[in-house]
T-cell receptor
Framework: EAGVTQFPSHSVIEKGQTVTLRCDPI?????LYWYRRVMGKEIKFLLH????????ESGMPNNRFLAERTGGTYSTLKVQPAELEDSGVYFC??????????????FGSGTQLSVL | GNSVTQMEGPVTLSEEAFLTINCTYT??????LFWYVQYPGEGLQLLLK?????DKGSNKGFEATYRKETTSFHLEKGSVQVSDSAVYFC???????????FGTGTRLQVFP
């Protein structure tokens, strides 16, 4: 069974440009999460999808970030325009709808975003 | 609000040394506690967890005990191996939510 896949693994862009990160969850997983780790700091929750619906987007830092999950399969996270402070590692995770206590939460290997 | 504090790294040890990575938390209610590990080039993996006070989570020789009186969940291993080199994250989640709150991560480097 394929794991959670994230693309690209690395992205280097200039301030003001647009970047789109993609996450392919494990097939059949209704829950999809985005997290972010800014250099040297804690991993922070960004948002949670259940299928195509945003269940909780309280962690999204501002309106430069747009997450979508059309059709309830893969998800994209777009940053437009990117700022220097957006640099970090963006993690995606997925789980079955009935997963409890995060035991069956699977993470991707992350996208390292560098904004210059 | 809820938060997790863990010791800064890197932690550098020789093979077969004893490991402790400290983790304390602040939370309302009774959270579940976790240790995640990220090996080089890989995603986060759940290492162990505990869901209530005095529970001990264990896996791959690692263990951590949920201490409500000291609000701690320290990670320990009696004899580390080079293959344990990774970044370790302490985390909590509130009952009834899916959100994880992570600490800053601690890099462990084990040398032969």
């Amino acid at each position: 069974e394929a794991g959670v896949t994230q693309f690209p693994s690395h992205s280097v862009i200039e301030k003001g440009q647009t970047v789109t990160l993609r996450c392919d969850p494990i097939s059949g997983h209704d829950n999809l999460y985005w997290y972010r780790r800014v250099m040297g700091k804690e991993i922070k929750f960004l948002l949670h999808f259940v299928k195509e619906s945003k269940q909780d987007e309280s962690g999204m830092p501002n309106n430069r970030f747009l997450a979508e999950r059309t059709g309830g399969t893969y998800s994209t996270l777009k940053v437009q325009p990117a700022e220097l402070e957006d640099s970090g590692v963006y993690f995606c995770a997925s789980s079955h709808r009935d997963a409890a206590t995060n035991e069956k939460l699977f993470f991707g290997s992350g996208t390292q975003l560098s904004v210059l | 609000g809820n938060s997790v504090t863990q010791m800064e790294g890197p932690v550098t040890l020789s093979e077969e040394a004893f490991l402790t990575i400290n983790c304390t938390y602040t939370a309302t209610g009774y959270p579940s506690l976790f240790w995640y590990v990220q090996y080089p080039g890989e995603g986060l993996q759940l290492l162990l967890k505990a869901t209530k006070a005095d529970d001990k989570g264990s896996n791959k020789g690692f263990e951590a005990t949920y201490r409500k009186e000291t609000t701690s969940f320290h990670l320990e291993k009696g004899s580390v191996q080079v293959s344990d080199s990774a970044v370790y994250f302490c985390a909590l989640s509130d009952h009834g939510t899916d959100k994880l709150i992570f600490g800053t991560g601690t890099r462990l480097q084990v040398f032969p």
